[in-house]
């Protein structure tokens, strides 16, 4: 049902298209004949939250509850004034069902095919600017103007997006396009000969037009734009049909404008990450948090010594990344050999790390080095040395203490020049309280100690990581939304780096867009349980010592004197006997 305008002589019209204009010229929607009315004084026009109300120009006076608007909404039941009339809109309850003027049908009819033919125009997957520069052109050439141009305004600065062909300066400063952005309101100038002032408007004169029209375009939070429509001599003036059918166009080229903004500012941010990133990337690792920039220093003051580092650190920290690190700058020309003493059941361990003689055991078919020798000139590299089993400690021992190996089912040792890296999750120090770890292998392994730190307190690292991983994937998403940084930002990790990855991983493989949201990640709706305080406080109180011993490079007494507590203290924070 329709609204309708009740006019100071008491006729009725119906508005039953999206926008009227109203005015004394008989071209005009609504015509007005009164004492201050000009050929096109207002425009009314309807969107989603309902009527509207504008001037159409420069110097048309429209007033609601006696004081002059730029732009008003206006309520079933309002009365405004244009001149020296008044006119009420009325809801459609209020009024009598009008029969649907025949022009309704032809004009909607219009709207389609043009809408019709504008999107499949734009269907077509191309770069979102060159998208944008096709939209403005089929609008141009859907409301048949010489000229076309979308102009975005932030505060004074106005800069034209795409223009369907040279644009001077001048025609973008102007006061129709202010108007249209300080107001959000459209403006329709039939024919700028009758009016004046808009006759020598800068874009008027600089385009040489004769008729104009100026759409605000709203593109989600982004500052207004507006779509600036201009026809030349020897083209009929824009009509309110026109302008109706422009403002169609123009939010499809809205929800363009959006989209390519969003794809800007995600480039943009993908740019500045892509930079931090290679900023930040020391031996394959990337952060640049305090606590990573402080391991790198550890690491690259350790690399060249011959000391054995244990490497601490929760599960999933990168603890191999950091052995790795270690062994490319220590300069030795040998491999890394890795081993992963949780993996190996015990009856492999053995012979893996020393080899065997021909005939040592059945099935042993020939000479064979083990690992230890592998890494003869290099690094060895113990990963998850806590799980190893008691029985072969002794024999560990004697490899690091000697630095010779005896392969099994032989009785001379061969010299090996190594480096030991030994990493692990499990608190050594109460294996040995427990008899479950050699007390003295320990004091070999960890002749200095590297703390790796976990995910949860390494600040904005998350993201630059989840960016890495995003990249090199080479999926479809580009990027995360702004939720999904902030669930990243917020997630404690538990599984740390490695439980970063997999999710980003996932995501990027599940995501169906450009972006990536938090429910891809899996993430936003679960809540950590809280912590009971004193479990916290003591989690804190150990991260925090931990990481003043690794700031004063491993020296306790240091660590203790620079938290200003006793050496006692400090062992018992670590839950250490001293
Ligand atoms: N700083 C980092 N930057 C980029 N990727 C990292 C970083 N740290 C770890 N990773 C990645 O996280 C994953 C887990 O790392 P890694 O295996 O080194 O952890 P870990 O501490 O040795 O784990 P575990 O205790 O289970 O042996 C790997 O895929 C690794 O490449």
Not at 355 to 371: E, T
């Amino acid at each position: 049902m329709s609204f309708l305008l009740v006019l100071p002589d008491g006729r009725r019209t119906t508005l039953d298209k999206p926008v009227a204009s109203v005015g004394t010229d008989s071209a005009c929607d609504v015509v007005l004949r009164a004492s201050g009315v000009k050929a096109s004084h207002a425009l009314l026009f309807r969107d989603a939250q309902g009527w509207s109300v504008s001037p159409a120009g420069p110097g048309c006076d429209v007033r609601v509850r006696g004081k002059r608007v730029e732009l008003a909404r206006l309520a079933p039941g309002d009365s405004f004034s244009l001149g020296s009339a008044t006119l009420t809109l009325l809801a459609p309850e209020e009024t009598q069902v009008p029969a649907s003027p025949p022009s309704r049908a032809a004009s909607s009819g219009r709207v389609l095919s043009v809408l019709a033919g504008f999107a499949s125009r734009l269907l077509l997957q191309r770069p979102a600017p060159e998208l944008l520069e096709t939209a403005m052109r089929g609008l141009a050439e859907a409301a048949g103007a010489d000229v076309g141009f979308l102009v975005s305004a932030e505060g004074a600065r106005r800069q034209v997006l795409c223009a369907t062909g040279p644009v001077p300066d001048a025609a973008v400063v102007d006061s129709l396009v202010d108007r249209v952005v300080a107001s959000g309101a459209p403006v329709l100038v039939p024919d700028v000969a009758v009016d004046q002032a808009l006759a020598s408007a800068p874009s008027v004169v600089a385009l040489r037009l004769t008729s104009a029209l100026v759409i605000p375009l709203r593109a989600g939070p982004a500052p207004l734009s507006a779509v600036y429509l201009g026809r030349r001599a020897g083209s009929p003036p824009f009509s309110a049909v026109e302008l109706e059918e422009a403002m169609a166009l123009s939010a499809l080229a809205a929800l363009l404008l959006a989209t390519s903004r969003e794809l800007t500012d995600l480039r943009a941010q993908v740019d500045n990450l892509t930079q931090r990133i290679q900023a930040a990337t020391f031996e394959g690792l990337i952060g640049e948090s305090r606590p990573m920039s402080e391991l790198y220093r550890q690491v690259e003051r350790l690399g060249p010594t011959a000391l054995n580092v244990l490497i601490q650190g929760e599960t999933g920290t990168g603890k191999e990344g950091v052995a790795r690190a270690l062994h490319r700058r220590s300069g030795r020309r040998g491999r890394l050999v890795a081993i992963n003493c949780a993996a190996l059941p015990e009856s492999l361990i053995e012979r893996e790390l020393f080899g065997h003689a021909r005939g040592a055991f059945s099935g042993a078919g020939a000479d064979r080095p083990g690992l230890v020798e592998a890494a003869d000139g290099g690094t060895l590299f113990l990963d998850e040395i806590g799980d190893m089993p008691r029985s072969l400690q002794s024999r560990l021992l004697r490899v690091v203490q000697e630095r010779e190996v005896t392969r099994l089912g032989e009785n001379h040792p061969r010299k090996v020049d190594m480096r030991i890296i030994s990493a692990t999750h499990k608190p050594l120090k109460s294996l040995v309280q427990q008899g479950l770890f050699r007390e003295d292998l320990l004091f070999r392994l960890e002749e200095v100690r590297v703390e790796v730190p976990p995910l949860r307190e390494r600040g904005d690292d998350v993201l630059l990581i989840a960016h890495h991983v995003l990249t090199q994937e080479g999926r479809r998403a580009k990027g995360f939304t702004q939720k999904a940084t902030e669930a990243l930002r917020g997630h404690p990790f538990p599984g740390n780096v490695r439980e970063l990855v997999s999710r980003v991983r996932r995501a990027a493989i599940l995501a169906s867009g450009e972006l990536i949201g938090p429910a891809d990640l899996e993430l936003g709706g679960e809540q950590t349980p809280l912590q009971p305080l004193d479990e916290a406080r003591d989690a804190f109180v150990l991260r925090y010592v931990r990481e003043a011993i690794a700031r004063s490079g491993g020296s306790k007494k240091e660590a203790a004197q620079a938290l200003g507590i006793g050496l006692r203290s400090l062992f018992r924070y670590l839950g250490e006997g001293e």
